[in-house]
């Protein structure tokens, strides 16, 4: 339209002096409907158009089959030429049209039950604790492949379990992966340490000789004295930056 307006259809002719370029504007209250109906093609932009009730537009959805967003948007573009087209009635983007009309997320949309984490309505922290110690995984590592499905021997993980129980617990109870698994390991961030006294005390009666052994030790490879104590850290320099550290000659008494 705007092309022919500009004379650059000359096969169609030029724009009469008494029908306007700007027909939106010029007829807005009298009689406009949209390009579609001014054309004659019969198309309708989105924010003039109706749609159907959200549980009518769901019912035609689910009845389509299809496994999942990636597939609902290849299928609102016209490229999933076996299932149709989308009706006019039907919206491209449900999440907006529907958003306070019934809106539950693509896995109630389409029909897969699949629901995004945001909706989810997750156990109680300790109910969901409880479950995962009996499952009896030992680290981080082998949480995320349960939580994948990667581990089939322990089953698959509830709905109403989250994958990532740090920030859907985050303030209901999470106090770490060690307690979240049941294996009693800490993050160093989360542990809590000897007074700096206390912990040089009993690194002086290791009698390491540098900091090289000191490193040792911490990994469990000097067998002959003992193991790093989980209430003395690993990382001294850091843990006790401001409460009294003075180095590594002072923390192994070689000063």
């Not at 491209?92 to 049209?97: K, Q």
């Not at 109910?127 to 949480?143: C, D, G, N, P």
């Not at 994948?148 to 740090?166: H, Q, R, S, V």
């Not at 160093?188 to 007074?195: A, E, H, I």
Request: aromatic share 14%; hydrophobic share 35%.
């Amino acid at each position: 339209w705007f092309n022919y307006c500009k004379g650059e259809l000359p096969e169609k002719g030029t724009l009469p002096i008494d029908i306007p370029t700007a027909a939106h504007n010029t007829y807005a209250t009298q009689g406009w409907k949209g390009y579609g109906d001014w054309l004659g093609n019969g198309k309708i932009a989105n924010f003039n158009k109706v749609y159907r009730r959200f549980e009518e537009a769901r019912a035609f959805v689910q009845s389509l089959n299809l496994k999942n967003e990636n597939e609902w948007r290849i299928f609102s573009k016209g490229q999933l030429l076996e299932k149709g087209a989308l009706p006019n009635d039907i919206p491209a983007s449900p999440h907006n049209t529907y958003a306070n009309k019934g809106w539950q997320g693509f896995g109630d949309w389409l029909g897969t039950g699949t629901i995004a984490p945001r909706l989810r309505k997750f156990l109680p922290f300790e109910e969901a604790r409880a479950f995962v110690h009996s499952l009896q995984v030992k680290s981080q590592k082998e949480w995320r492949k349960f939580s994948k499905g990667e581990l089939p021997n322990k089953g698959m993980l509830p709905a109403n379990i989250p994958t990532t129980p740090n920030e859907a617990y985050a303030t209901a109870g999470w106090k770490g992966m060690g307690d979240w698994l049941g294996t009693g390991t800490i993050a160093p961030r989360l542990r809590k340490f000897l007074p700096f006294e206390e912990a040089r005390r009993f690194v002086h009666t290791l009698k390491l000789k540098n900091v090289a052994e000191w490193q040792k030790f911490c990994r469990g490879q000097l067998i002959e004295k003992g193991i790093l104590p989980p209430v003395i850290p690993a990382a001294p320099q850091s843990a006790y930056a401001s409460k009294g550290w003075a180095g590594f000659g002072d923390w192994l008494g070689k000063n």
